[in-house]
């Protein structure tokens, strides 16, 4: 089974730039559709970015459009989330996921997802 582990989390301040990292281990997960959300306390989990198996097609959330762009090296096993023009409610724990059932679409619920990382904590201080 594929286990992903995200890294590149940090603390920035606001206006910064981090990027995320979400490697794969076990095996190449080059035929799955790939998913970032987010979580901050006492909110529920929420769909950030995705990007289809071939990386030719990527989906943003509206608050994160223009900012965050989601790209893959399928050859690396590796999935990134480059975010910039960090703001404090961008804060959360982020997670990557992988989506192997879905085609002709991209996922952007969390419970289209069925394989999840560990999540790697974001602090944008105002």
């Known amino acids: 089974q594929v286990q992903l582990v995200e890294s590149g989390g940090g603390l920035v301040q606001a206006g910064g730039s981090l990027r995320l990292s979400c490697a794969a281990s076990?095996?190449?997960?080059?035929?799955?559709?790939m998913g970032w959300f987010r979580q901050a306390p006492g909110k529920e989990r929420e769909f950030v970015a995705a990007?289809?198996?071939?990386?030719?097609?990527?989906v943003y959330a509206d608050s994160v459009k223009g900012r965050f762009a989601v790209s893959r090296d399928n050859a690396k096993n590796t999935v990134y989330l480059q975010m910039n023009s960090l703001k404090p409610e961008d804060t959360a724990v982020y997670y990557c996921?992988?989506?192997?059932?879905?085609?002709?679409?991209?996922?952007?619920?969390?419970?289209?997802?069925?394989?999840w990382g560990q999540g790697t904590q974001v602090t944008v201080s105002s």
């Open positions: 076990g095996r190449t997960f080059g035929n799955y559709g």
């Open positions: 990007i289809n198996w071939s990386g030719d097609n990527t």
């Open positions: 996921a992988a989506d192997t059932t879905t085609i002709f679409r991209i996922p952007t619920f969390p419970d289209e997802y069925d394989l």
